[in-house]
T-cell receptor, first 113, second 114 residues
Framework: ELKVEQNPLFLSMQEGKNYTIYCNYS?????LYWYRQDPGKSLESLFV?????AVKQEGRLMASLDTKARLSTLHITAAVHDLSATYFC?????????????FGEGTQLTVNP | DSGVTQTPKHLITATGQRVTLRCSPR?????VYWYQQSLDQGLQFLIQ???????AKGNILERFSAQQFPDLHSELNLSSLELGDSALYFC?????????????FGPGTRLTVL
């Protein structure tokens, strides 16, 4: 059974600081996703990582994937308050008939002024 | 706005009742996924349909069922509701044929069972 673990689960940081969220998964996967969720809202797609060594950046967020280590990271640079949200990684294992997502527990990020 | 619509936004009902949640996928998407988000279980995959056919099943209870109609909208039926079924139910849609196989999530239906 595929397991996806994130850490930390809770992260409180000051504006302007850098930090990294880690996502480990237990079996080989061909796709990894990062989503953002604001309280009571839907999931917003941030990144899709397809291959070993993939790196994608959008604004103050950068995601990377190491398929050999089964590890993805989401790096936050110079955090601002607007980044406060819960961040989920999700792993997909392509099956012949579809591609379900298995989610991590989520990292609740709070950026303090 | 992802382009996925879900109705209703909120649903309050009593134990033992039955409810139906509705989802309309993005234009052009043939695949619909249902997920449940609760405090104790996190985000869990329930079931997937592709062009009207069931394609994958996750941790979906026997009291729950789903279907996808010819116009590609999907419904999730929850029956004999229990307090523990209170959760946020998301529908997502996607196109299997693209390499990214990205899933786009709807706004969710918040179900409260009293």
């Amino acid at each position: 059974e595929l397991k996806v673990e994130q850490n930390p689960l809770f992260l409180s940081m000051q504006e302007g600081k850098n930090y990294t969220i880690y996502c480990n998964y237990s079996t080989t996967s061909d796709r990894l996703y990062w989503y953002r969720q604001d309280p009571g809202k839907s999931l917003e797609s941030l990144f899709v990582l397809l291959s070993n060594g993939a790196v994608k950046q959008e604004g103050r967020l950068m995601a990377s994937l190491d398929t050999k280590a089964r590890l993805s990271t989401l790096h936050i640079t110079a955090a601002v308050h607007d980044l406060s949200a819960t961040y989920f990684c999700a792993v997909a294992i392509k099956e012949t008939s579809g591609s379900r997502l298995t989610f991590g527990e989520g990292t609740q990020l709070t950026v303090n002024p | 706005d992802s382009g996925v619509t879900q109705t209703p936004k909120h649903l309050i009902t009593a134990t033992g009742q039955r409810v139906t949640l509705r989802c309309s996928p993005r234009s052009g998407d043939l695949s619909v996924y249902w997920y449940q988000q609760s405090l104790d279980q996190g985000l869990q995959f329930l079931i997937q349909y592709y062009n009207g056919e069931e394609r994958a099943k996750g941790n979906i209870l026997e009291r729950f069922s789903a279907q996808q109609f010819p116009d590609l909208h999907s419904e999730l039926n929850l029956s004999s509701l229990e307090l523990g079924d209170s959760a946020l139910y998301f529908c997502a849609s996607g196109r299997l044929k693209t390499g990214l196989n990205e899933q786009f999530f709807g706004p969710g239906t918040r179900l409260t069972v009293l």
